[in-house]
């Protein structure tokens, strides 16, 4: 019942802004599709067509879905937080969701992060889907939250911009990934991390600012340390993510991150580190 209850109050809290109004309509029309027409067939009509989700570590999507039975078990989910970028082409998603096995009485439950991108014909669909388990939330959530956002909408910038920034994401990106190669990244991650960034791990609730770097400090070595697999940036250079981990390094697991551009640099904003 108190699942119910924390996803329905996600689903009917409205959007704080108006830049972030169609990226929460997306999410819970997505989530109102699943019991609608099946979870695969929500998942395939939301997903991009180079769209990507953890098998544990990243896979491409659609591959994934196609061959997933669908037994009509029930998930639910809507969107906590919401962030945008400046172009307003890519925002990400996140907040709880509850899921329960056919045959099975208890409720799994955890945090989602989606990250959206509006295609060329308007339509925002999934770019990469991730999340943590954890125990069912206390309290239902009361409203979601835009915690990145524009005030204007802004011009994409030119190509040699853009191509500048993907450049310096992969460089802050990496320099993270060699930091927890070697099993220290806490300097690594206090030079990168975002004021407001938050962390996501399994068993645990998702922890901002001091306690996220709390909760981030117990990673087993290397965890989050895997080869890189996709990234992409918002035509406004100020928003980005990356993804990473494969079944070569067992020890490093997979990792799923959102990018903030701040200050002339790319900013850890959201950390997920999964085994």
Partial sequence: MLASLVVAAALSASAPDTFAAPIVAAENGFA????????????LSHFDA????????PVPAHDALARDPDDGSPLEWGPEIVGVAASGDMGFTSGPWSARAAGVADSAHGHFLSVWKRGEDGVWRVQVDGGIGHAALKSPIAAVKTVMGPEKLEAPLTADALASRKKALEVADDSLRNALAKGDASDARKKL???????????????????AFALVAKDPAKRGSGARRAFDVASSGDLAWTIGGDASCKECGSYYRIWRWRDGGWRLFVDVATP
């Fill in 32 to 43: 109102a599709d699943a019991p609608r027409v099946g979870v695969r067939l929500a998942f």
């Fill in 50 to 57: 180079g769209s990507w989700l953890f098998r544990p570590y």
């Fill in 193 to 211: 991390a975002d004021p407001e960034w938050r962390a996501m791990r399994s068993k645990d609730y998702p922890l901002q600012g001091d306690e």
